[in-house]
């Protein structure tokens, strides 16, 4: 067993304990970030003049070739070690002695893996922020492609007033949107340096926490050491982000999932994110979307879990908080996962157009416009509601839409009626005479689409 401790003690820990504490199966992911930190480190104890520069160099030396003999696969992480911390240290010290040794001064386990968390997190949401951005540019060019496609919008699952395609996913761009903002908050309000904490107190040390926060891309240093320590506040507030990133991506899949149905028949889901069924030869699947919709309550799970651990835990560090790390692991391998997915699965769906304007013509989506009609030929709105209700009870016992009806059965309701209601009922001029900020019109959907472009070029990382 490779501790960095044991002095206080008189006896070997229990198997069983040791391993129940230990950390190195999961830990081990952040290797790279520890041996960032760990230089980092070692380049400011040399500045201070802790170190001899001669010190300095064998120990970056080491350091060096223990990140490259890991990434070769020469170097294997195993189990012997209680944390990637004790494995690092412990194979340095056996290549080039007494000056790995040194490594460790003015610094604790709490500051470092403090730190490793901090830098393996920041790479994270870079990467989710790259995936979300690239999710919004498919979701833009799907738009572009069909700011003219009209489908039925819904209110409680029911057809309420034409829109179109474009309309549609762009509501799902302001979502993603958002998400990509919560991760530069994020990204922005994490972004300052553990290290140099020490257990909870700081040390004796003449260190330069400074000059450590800039050799890491840090803003700066951490203004608290206790707080430095037992924040995880960050990890939070990435688990509620991703949980939010997953809910929206839940929301969608659900309408994918219904707009696949036999019934809607909106869309047609590429073969590469569908599976057949073992028995009924005539089924597609879509699986993609409903695994993802399914993978949103684990990340769920990882965020209540962590509120959980967190709550009852007090100043400083406690071992509790290592329950952190295998659940904010899963749950970003999940978002990450679940986010490149589904920009596939939508970049290569079929929309079904013809069959989405006749879902909106046949689902009496237009009868606001036909109440809208009366209203600006002098009846009351009120009454005007009235008589477009008896117009859609009329079509349904027909089995008609309104845009069928004759003149003289809309004359027969109401003598109001004259031939230019057929223009102001038909889906055009539903959908493009909203023209007011953020509704569906060509007019207006050119402008959201204009200034989303905009967005994605000026907003380019979360960096």
Known sequence: MAQLWGGRFTKETDDLVYRFNASVSFDKKFYKQDIR???????????????????????????EGILRDVENGTLLITEEYEDIHSFVEANLI????????????GRSRNDQVALDMKLYTRDEVAEIDALLKTLLETLLNLME???????????????????TLAH???????????????????????????????????????????????????????LNSMDSVSDRDYLIELLSAMSTVMMHLSRFCEEIIIWNTNEYRFVEIDDAYSTGSSIMPQKKNPDIAELIRGKTGRVYGAL????????????????????????????????????????????SMQFNEDRMKDSAKNGFTNATDAADYLVNHGVPFRDA?????????????????????????????????EGD????????TCVEKRETIGAPSEKAMKLAIAQNRKYLEENVSVK
């Open 304 to 347: 209540i879990s962590l509120l959980t651990t967190m709550k009852g835990i007090p100043l400083a560090y406690n071992k509790d908080m290592q329950e952190d790390k295998e659940l904010t692991f899963d749950a970003i391998d999940t978002v990450k996962g679940c986010i490149a997915l589904f920009t596939g699965m939508i970049s």
């Open 145 to 163: 492609k069909h700011i003219s496609v009209y489908m039925p919008g819904f209110t409680h699952l029911q057809k309420a007033q034409p829109i």
């Open 421 to 428: 209601i057929y223009e102001a009922i038909s889906m055009k």
């Open 94 to 105: 056996s290549r080039i002695g007494d000056a790995g040794k040194k490594l460790h001064t």
């Open 385 to 417: 509601h009235g008589i477009v209700g008896r117009l859609v009870l009329y079509c349904i016992d027909k089995g008609i839409a309104l845009d069928d009806m004759s003149i003289d059965e809309f004359k027969a309701i109401s003598p109001v009626f």
């Open 37 to 63: 930190g760990s230089m980092a480190h070692v380049k400011m104890l040399e500045k201070q003049g802790v170190l001899t520069t001669e010190e300095k160099e064998q120990i970056l030396t080491g350091l």
């Open 168 to 222: 549609h996913l762009g509501a799902y761009f302001e979502m993603f949107k958002r998400d990509r903002q919560r991760m530069a908050d994020i990204y922005k309000r994490m972004n300052y340096c553990p290290l140099g904490s020490g257990a909870l107190a700081g040390t004796t040390y003449p260190l330069d926490r400074e000059y450590t926060a800039e050799l890491l891309d840090f803003d700066g240093p951490t």
